[in-house]
């Protein structure tokens, strides 16, 4: 057996974090690739909430084009916006449920003038302010049955067509990727059971399909279901008949009040094999970073992690508070993957990471400085300040957060899919810090200062997202690891290994290494590096890069290493300390950065996808 597996994976010789490369196929082809960032959720008007909570006007057609880094007129504020770095892709997700039901009650859509309630939903939007939900209650109050009228399987299939026509026209091989998705929103009791799913269908394929919904308001009966098991039998049964491929990608996590990462299905049955491998066969990624907080891990699951506070939101959607749950947390999933692959020889919870904004304003908005907030009732400055009326998502808890990373061949749909399939993939809070992971026995030190990263990764190892087995005797794995700033950003303060593992006794571990740091710093008696310092004026947001590293490299051998034990690894990289959003609005504001009650700084970071270790 060779000493490291990548399973049926192709894995194309990519580029180095600084530079495009290019290298010798196994298969004796060559293939240059680049990293490619986009956001794969991103709600427009077409979303029941979006639209209930201020967009009325951003549509799919221009999430799209402000991505791509074309002007867009912003109505509530009464100017342009633009995006600074133009994106490479983009996934508009829409809530499946009443998928666009408010754009089809304002244009008094025909299908919807079909039965009593659209047309009574139609007259009341004529007769004053039209507010999603509220005007359908204003509308409908005294009828029974109206909600079972306006949701109908043609008016989500006429909604459907529109999407696709506005991701169709913006699609450019080679420049910008669309891709067919929608958000599937079940909620269980107002826990989170989210899930974004993703295609690489074309046009035509999608126009086959529609996206299956959670039944929030009212369940289709066949075509709804709140039941992740069912959501998997219809793109089981989808792509078969179609011909494409989904990913379901959960998210928020953070918010599923102990069931996301549960050990018994939707029925309370303890998992099969059969379990495990459908739903890691669609559920093969996972979000780890958005504006509604990270679900990397709870700093009271992981006390001894000293980054492990950061932009955690402790209540569910619903505002209520949630206690810490290793079931809402990606690294405790991680974990219970490892004892499940142990106990059924399959692994439900391997998963990759990803990022996205699921912002509801239809614009992708990530950088602190210019964060144009989640909802569009917080578009104004002034409107951010504390209300008297209770508000669910205030806008400095939100988090200018995130994206995600793909190494690539080309910038298309097919090719983005596939690496996001080999999970060839990282999440980040909304830098861009490129960064490489590749996994193996045979790495040496000198490699973490090669010329071509990529090449040398690729020769020795396997990437991200990728597994290694049959440990040679007295070797133990080697990382080859590389990051290198966010050209536009700040400098880089550390590179660590989070390591999970099974004991001896089949008991969860983990452990987070500093690997890599900047500056002359030394590890204490705890082994830990001390923090690296704070530039940040918290009087004008300024900062300065004198401190960090531009790029950090490492070759990092594991010291705890049992050939027995199974155990993953993935890499955080942290920024040196920047100023928050919520500093940026308060000096504009003229108010003191304790009145939004957050912090006024914070380190960026980014998330590789782990490679597994399997004796």
């Known amino acids: 057996m060779p000493p490291f597996t990548n ?169 910008f990727t669309t891709f067919f998705g929608w958000e599937w929103t079940a909620m269980i009791d107002g826990k989170n059971l989210h899930r974004n799913v993703i295609s690489n269908a074309s046009a035509q394929q999608a126009s086959q399909f529609y996206p299956y919904g959670a039944g929030q308001f009212f369940s289709l009966k066949g075509i709804d279901s709140n039941r992740p098991e069912e959501l998997w039998a219809y793109l089981d049964a989808t792509a078969k008949r179609v011909g494409n491929d989904f990913i379901a990608i959960p998210h928020n996590s953070n918010l599923s009040g102990g069931l996301m990462f549960d050990v018994v299905d939707s029925d309370g049955r303890p998992f099969d094999a059969q379990y495990a491998r459908t739903r890691m066969r669609w559920e093969s990624l996972v979000e780890i970073t958005q504006s509604k907080g990270t679900s990397e891990v709870r700093p009271e699951l992981a006390p001894t992690d000293e980054f492990g506070e950061f932009e955690i939101r402790r209540k569910l959607l619903i505002g209520t508070p949630t206690p810490a749950n290793p079931a809402d947390y990606v690294r405790s999933a991680l974990l219970r993957g490892l004892s499940f692959n142990a106990t059924l020889g399959t692994n439900p919870y391997k998963l990759g990471f990803v990022g996205g904004t699921d912002n509801h304003i239809g614009m992708s908005s990530v950088e602190e400085k210019n964060f144009l907030g989640k909802i569009a009732l917080d578009a104004k400055l002034s409107d951010r300040l504390p209300k008297q009326r209770p508000v669910i998502f205030p806008a400095w808890e939100m988090s200018a957060s995130g994206l995600t990373a793909i190494w690539a061949e080309k910038n298309t749909r097919d090719s983005l899919f596939a690496a996001m399939k080999r999970k060839e993939v990282y999440g980040t809070t909304g830098t861009r810090i490129a ?92 082994g830990k590096v001390p923090a690296v310092g704070n530039t940040v004026d918290i009087t004008t947001a300024l900062y300065t890069n004198d401190i960090g590293a531009a790029q950090l490299s490492t070759v990092w051998s594991d010291p705890d290493f049992k050939a027995d034990q199974a155990a993953f690894y993935y890499v955080r990289v942290l920024e040196i300390p920047t100023p928050r959003q919520s500093l940026f609005d308060a000096i504009a504001l003229g108010v003191d950065v304790s009145v939004t009650k957050y912090a006024a700084t914070l380190q960026e970071r980014a998330y590789s996808s782990p490679i597994w270790y399997t004796p």
């Open 7 to 175: 399973g049926s994976r192709r894995f194309p010789c990519l580029a180095c974090a600084l530079a495009i490369s290019s290298a010798t196929l196994s298969g004796g082809a060559s293939a240059q690739t680049q990293l490619y960032w986009g956001d794969l959720h991103l709600h427009t008007n077409y979303s029941l909430d979006a639209y209930g909570v201020g967009n009325t006007y951003i549509t799919p057609d221009l999430a799209y084009r402000f991505a791509r880094g074309i002007p867009v007129y912003h109505r509530t504020l009464d100017t342009k916006v633009q995006i600074d770095r133009p994106l490479d892709f983009l996934a508009v997700t829409d809530h499946s449920d009443n998928l666009g039901i408010d754009v089809q009650v304002i244009s008094a859509d025909p299908l919807l003038q079909q039965n009593e309630a659209g047309r009574l939903m139609i007259q009341a939007a004529k007769d004053g302010p039209w507010t999603g939900l509220q005007g359908y209650t204003r509308a409908n109050a005294s009828r029974t049955g109206a909600l079972e009228q306006v949701t109908t399987l043609d008016l989500r299939k006429s909604a459907w067509q529109k999407e696709i026509e506005a991701a169709d026209k913006n699609n450019i091989p080679g420049t």
């Open 435 to 526: 960064l490489r992971l590749f996994g193996g026995y045979a790495f040496t030190a000198s490699d973490a200062s090669a010329k071509d990263i990529a090449a040398v990764g690729y020769k020795k190892g396997v990437p991200m997202g990728s597994d290694i087995t049959a440990a040679p005797k007295g070797k133990a794995p080697t990382l080859l690891i590389h990051a290198a700033k966010d050209p536009a950003g700040a400098n880089l303060d550390r590179i660590q290994v989070v390591k999970g593992w099974l004991d001896q006794k089949k008991e969860p571990q983990e452990k987070v290494y500093d690997v890599a740091w900047s500056g002359s710093r030394k590890p204490g008696a705890d």
